[in-house]
């Protein structure tokens, strides 16, 4: 299995403090040594790191903003059903849930994890099919979101949703031709917000395990948004609403 790059000084902090044991060795850049440098490889003494030039630097990111530094890592693995069961056992108030069907751009899926790290989200769940996995393009969106909310991908997503409807959890799907706008819905209490693929939007078999549905208002002329922005407006209001004594 190749190595994953991370690249970036937030994103190799965050990795280096959350996920350590991942990270193989550090590449820095030959001649910089400046105290966010120092600070940051201060940090990682027990891991070996190698002096290289920006051009090779420029080479491993592949045209990715590197600022000099770059972890050479272990790939990631998403959660499975069981670390699930484990994050909602240990919860001491209302979960609170991502779930993407279908979103399968990792720039989608960095976006969609930095807005729930963000919003307070306790997990992001995804179908193990037709789902983007977590790499290292992930990683660096995610701008250590990645390493931070767990990302539980399941067997089967139908059978997950009938699972946490039995632990009291409601699930609410967002579908454009909903009759009941997101900020006219009640999204306290245990709740997993559901957003479908761009275009297609959620399958047959999620949308039929929805507990009711919501849709974003739109007054111009597109027809949809990307799905983290969507997903950062409805996970927001329901922030809000929680937030509400």
Not at 41 to 70: C, F, N, Y
Not at 185 to 212: H, N, Q, W, Y
């Amino acid at each position: 299995m190749q190595p994953e790059l991370i690249f970036g000084f937030h994103a190799v902090k965050t990795t280096l403090k959350y996920d350590a044991s991942r990270v193989q060795s550090i590449v820095a850049l030959k001649g910089r040594e400046d105290e966010r440098l120092v600070s940051l490889l201060a940090d990682s003494t027990h891991i070996p790191v190698k002096k290289a030039s920006r051009q090779e630097l420029d080479t491993m990111a592949a045209g990715g903003v590197h600022q000099g530094i770059i972890a050479i890592c272990t790939p990631m693995k998403a959660k499975d059903e069981r670390f699930l069961d484990h994050i909602l056992e240990q919860l001491d108030e209302p979960a609170f849930l991502l779930v993407l069907d279908g979103v399968t751009d990792p720039h989608n899926l960095g976006a969609c994890l930095r807005t729930a790290d963000a919003a307070g989200v306790h997990a992001v769940i995804a179908p193990k099919d037709k789902s983007a996995p977590l790499n290292a393009t992930v990683s660096k969106v995610a701008c250590g979101a990645a390493e931070v909310v767990p990302y539980v991908q399941v067997t089967n997503l139908s059978r997950t949703l009938q699972d946490l409807q039995q632990r009291g959890i409601w699930i609410t799907g967002t579908a454009g031709e909903a009759e009941q706008m997101v900020y006219q819905s009640s999204l306290t209490g245990p709740l997993a917000i559901v957003m479908g693929a761009e275009g297609k939007g959620m399958r047959r078999l999620t949308r039929e395990c929805c507990d009711f549905l919501i849709k974003i208002p739109m007054a111009g002329e597109v027809s949809s948004l990307n799905v983290s922005v969507a997903t950062g407006i409805c996970l927001f209001e329901a922030v809000r609403q929680r937030s509400i004594k």
